[in-house]
């Protein structure tokens, strides 16, 4: 099993910067890849970034690359999603995952069914 606890959720300005971290513990040996997600109200949950633990290129949907950067530090077994020029549309619970699939390439990385282990998100609202 693996836990997942994010922080660094809040409220900011349209144009502003969060970051958002993700630690986790347990067995973090068993997974591979994990993920940034975030949910709307009344809306799916979506992949915004995602990132595979060997390799420090991250995957991203059109509607956050350029803005969001995803980051790790395996020694620390945190993650990081660096969020800059916020918009109102990216209020969202976000969420982070790990998957136990050895390798997922290209978007399919953004999927969430590839994922196994989720925190309990920490809420992002962005004010126009």
């Known amino acids: 099993q693996v836990q997942l606890v994010e922080s660094g959720g809040g409220s900011v300005q349209a144009g502003g910067s969060l970051r958002l971290s993700c630690a986790a513990s347990?067995?973090?040996?068993?997974?591979?890849?994990w993920g940034w997600f975030r949910q709307a109200p009344g809306k799916e949950r979506e992949g915004v970034a995602a990132?595979?633990?060997?390799?420090?290129?991250?995957n991203y949907p059109d509607s956050v690359k350029g803005r969001f950067t995803i980051s790790q530090d395996n020694a620390k077994n945190t993650l990081y999603l660096q969020m800059d020029s916020l918009k109102p549309e990216d209020t969202a619970i976000y969420y982070c995952?790990?998957?136990?699939?050895?390798?997922?390439?290209?978007?399919?990385?953004?999927?969430?069914?590839?994922?196994?282990?989720w925190g309990q998100g920490t809420q992002v609202t962005v004010s126009s």
């Open positions: 995952a790990a998957s136990t699939e050895t390798r997922i390439t290209g978007y399919a990385s953004l999927s969430p069914d590839r994922y196994t282990y």
């Open positions: 347990g067995n973090t040996n068993s997974y591979y890849q």
């Open positions: 990132i595979y633990r060997r390799v420090g290129n991250g």
